[in-house]
Nanobody
Framework: QVQLVESGGASVQAGGSLRLSCAAS????????MAWFRQAPGQERHYVAA????????DYADSVKGRFTISRDNAENTGYLQMNTLKPEDTAVYYC??????????????????WGQGTQVTVSS
């Protein structure tokens, strides 16, 4: 089992930046891919970005490409999502997810084995 805890969510103005963290605990000796998803009120959960175990492979949704950067520090068992040039449409609860495979995960929420509880990001115009 892997437990994931997100942090770093906040309320910011448009154009601002935030860095979300995802701390993993439990069976962190296994190699796992990680991803971020987000869910706005009344909407489905949407894919944001993913990263392989090594960190060499990353993938981004078109809506965040060039503004968000996913990374990880395996020594610290922590994943990150750096969010720059935030827009009001980025407002959502952001979830960290992990899958017990070292490769770059897919964009499908159904693939993931573990989920965090979410952290709220609110961007005002």
């Amino acid at each position: 089992q892997v437990q994931l805890v997100e942090s770093g969510g906040a309320s910011v103005q448009a154009g601002g930046s935030l860095r979300l963290s995802c701390a993993a605990s439990g069976r962190t000796s296994s190699r796992f891919g990680m991803a971020w998803f987000r869910q706005a009120p009344g909407q489905e959960r949407h894919y944001v970005a993913a990263i392989s175990w090594s960190g060499r492979m990353t993938d981004y949704a078109d809506s965040v490409k060039g503004r968000f950067t996913i990374s990880r520090d395996n020594a610290e068992n922590t994943g990150y999502l750096q969010m720059n040039t935030l827009k009001p449409e980025d407002t959502a609860v952001y979830y960290c997810a992990a899958v017990q495979r070292p490769y770059l995960p897919s964009r499908s929420p159904g693939e993931y084995d573990y989920w965090g509880q979410g952290t709220q990001v609110t961007v005002s115009s």
